[in-house]
C-alpha cells in the first residue's frame, strides 16, 4: 500500500494559497501501477497529457488502489475546460447543470473527467450560485490542482495520481488520514455541510465501506444539520439510497444513519414508528431485510428497490390503511389499497421512486393479503404471479417480526414452496379440508335475519 519514509522534506510543502499541506509521494513511495487502471481511464490520461494539458487521476480510484480494494470507477481531472475535452474526444459528451462534466464513453464504460474547480470569489451567477442556506446551486467555477484540492470533500479524496511522473499529491494529510482509518473533512464542517448536505451520508457511506472512524470535528455538526437533507432533490437522494443500501453495507449504513439522525428527513413515516417503538415489529424487520441485503450482495445475487421498498414500508402502509378505514368507513381491502398510494406519494417528495419500482413494490404488498386466503386449491396459481418470490421474502421477514398466527401462516407457506408436487398437493387438501371446516363453522355461528311476518319464503324453481 505505502512505503513509510520515503517522501523526503523537499517533497513536503504547505499550500498557502489554499491553506492545505501537500505532499508528493515519489512511484517509488507508493504501490500504485499502471496495470491497476483500466486501459479506458489511461487512455484519456495520455491524450490529455499528451494534448499539452495537466491529467490526473483522483479521488476514489486513488484511495481504493492504495487500500487495496478495485476501484468502481476512475475519474480524471485536469485543467483543460468541458469544451476543450469534446474537441479532444469524439466520444464525449458533457452533462451536469450544478457542475460541467465531460464524460468519455467507450461502450457500457465511462470516463468522467472534470476540470479543476475553484473558488467562487465574486463570480458572476451564471456559473456560481449559492442559496440563503448555503447549499451550491451551481458550481462551475474553474481554477488549479490547489484550489481543487481545497474543494474536495475529505482529505482521503484530495488524492491525484499523475499521469505525468506517476506521482501522487496528497492533499490535507490524506495519505497519513488514508493509514490511520479517519475520515476528515476539509474545511470548517459545518459551511462544507451546507454547501452540500449530502456530504453527511458520505461521511457515513465511507466510514462504512472503508473501516473508517469519523474525525470528532466532522461529525460534531451532523446530527444539528441533518434536516439539511429534507432540501435535497428526490430524485439525487433516489441515487444516493441506492449507495448507501445496495453496496454491501446496508445493516451498517442503517445503524450509523440513525446514530446520527440521518435516517429521519429521508425516511420520515418509517422513522415515526421507530420512535414509537424502538425494538417492534418494524425495527426487527428493517434490521432482518437490511442483514439479508448484505448477505445477497455479498453471494452476488440480485436485489431490487421494488423489494427494498415494499418490507421498509409495510408497516407505514399498515398503519395508514388503518387510519383511512376509521376515516372513511372503507373495508379494510379497500382502505389498504387507498393507502398505497398515499404511502408512496409521501415516501417519494423525500426519495423519488420510479415507477419500474413501485409498481412492483404495489404487487408485493396486494399478495400480502392473498397469502392468507390461498393456503387451499389457490395456492398453485398465486406461485405462478411473477412476484411470487419477493413477496413471499416479505411473508417471512414479517413472519419473523410478529410471530403469532402470521408465523403459522408463513410456516405452511414455507413447507409449500419446499414440497415436492405430491408434497404440495397433500398440503393443499389439508388446507382445503381446514379451510372449510372453519367457514362450516363461521357459517354456522352467523344469525339469519328473521323474517318480517308479512314476507314469505319464495318458492323454488
Given amino acids: 500500500m505505502f512505503d513509510d519514509g520515503q517522501t523526503t522534506k523537499a517533497q513536503q510543502e504547505d499550500n498557502t494559497d489554499t491553506g492545505l499541506s501537500l505532499e508528493v509521494i515519489p512511484r517509488d513511495g507508493h504501490s500504485i501501477s499502471r496495470r491497476q487502471i483500466s486501459e479506458n481511464a489511461l487512455k484519456v490520461l495520455y491524450r490529455l497529457h499528451k494534448s499539452g494539458f495537466h491529467a490526473y487521476l483522483v479521488g476514489g480510484g486513488v484511495r481504493d488502489l492504495l487500500l487495496g480494494l478495485e476501484p468502481k470507477d476512475f475519474d480524471v481531472v485536469t485543467n483543460a475546460t468541458p469544451e476543450e475535452i469534446k474537441k479532444l474526444f469524439r466520444n464525449c459528451r458533457l452533462v451536469g447543470r450544478r457542475f460541467r462534466l465531460a464524460h468519455i464513453v467507450f461502450g457500457r464504460d465511462v470516463i468522467e473527467v472534470a476540470t479543476f474547480r475553484g473558488h467562487h470569489g465574486n463570480s458572476e451567477e451564471k456559473i456560481s450560485k449559492v442559496n440563503s442556506a448555503g447549499r451550491l446551486l451551481r458550481d462551475n467555477v474553474y481554477g488549479d490542482i490547489d484550489e481543487d484540492a481545497e474543494r474536495r470533500d ?35 464542517p459545518e459551511t462544507r455541510y451546507r454547501e452540500d ?96 441485503t448484505d ?15 415494499a418490507a421498509l414500508l409495510w408497516y407505514p402502509l399498515q398503519n395508514r390503511a388503518q387510519d383511512i378505514a376509521l376515516e372513511s368507513g372503507l373495508s379494510p381491502y379497500d382502505a389498504f389499497f387507498a393507502a398505497m398510494g398515499d404511502v408512496l406519494e409521501q415516501q417519494c ?32 396459481k398465486l406461485m405462478e404471479h411473477p412476484k411470487f418470490r419477493a413477496a413471499y421474502d416479505l411473508l417471512l421477514l414479517r413472519a419473523n417480526a410478529e410471530g403469532g398466527n402470521l408465523a403459522k401462516q408463513a410456516s405452511w407457506w414455507q413447507q409449500f414452496v419446499e414440497s415436492d408436487d405430491e408434497q404440495k398437493q397433500q ?11 372453519r367457514n362450516r363453522n363461521a357459517n354456522q355461528r352467523r344469525r339469519r335475519k328473521p323474517r318480517r311476518p308479512s314476507e314469505k319464503p319464495q318458492a323454488a324453481e
Fill in 349 to 380: 417528495r423525500s426519495v423519488s421512486i420510479p415507477r419500474r419500482f413501485s409498481t412492483p413494490a404495489r404487487d408485493i404488498w396486494q399478495l400480502q393479503m392473498r397469502f392468507e386466503r390461498s393456503q387451499g386449491g389457490r395456492a398453485f
Fill in 154 to 188: 475529505f482529505t482521503v479524496n484530495a488524492l491525484y495520481y499523475n499521469i505525468a511522473d506517476y506521482s501522487i499529491r496528497s492533499y490535507g494529510g490524506g495519505i497519513h488520514d488514508l493509514k490511520a482509518r479517519t475520515l476528515r473533512l476539509i474545511g470548517d
Fill in 295 to 309: 448477505v445477497r450482495v455479498g453471494e452476488d445475487k440480485p436485489v431490487t428497490p421494488a423489494f427494498f421498498y
Fill in 427 to 437: 398440503l393443499v387438501r389439508s388446507g382445503s379440508k381446514s379451510n372449510g371446516s
Fill in 197 to 292: 448536505p449530502v456530504r453527511m451520508l458520505r461521511a457515513v457511506r465511507f466510514a462504512t465501506k472503508l473501516g473508517m472512524s469519523i474525525e470528532k470535528r466532522t461529525a460534531a455538526p451532523i446530527k444539528s444539520l441533518a434536516p439539511l437533507l429534507k432540501d435535497i432533490p428526490a430524485a439525487r437522494m433516489y441515487e444516493e439510497v441506492l449507495k448507501l443500501f445496495f453496496a454491501g453495507k446496508a445493516l451498517n449504513n442503517y445503524q450509523m444513519m440513525r446514530e446520527y439522525q440521518l435516517f429521519a428527513p429521508i425516511f420520515p413515516l418509517v422513522e415515526s414508528l421507530l420512535r414509537d417503538d424502538p425494538k417492534g415489529p418494524a425495527a426487527r424487520l428493517l434490521s432482518e431485510m437490511m442483514h439479508n
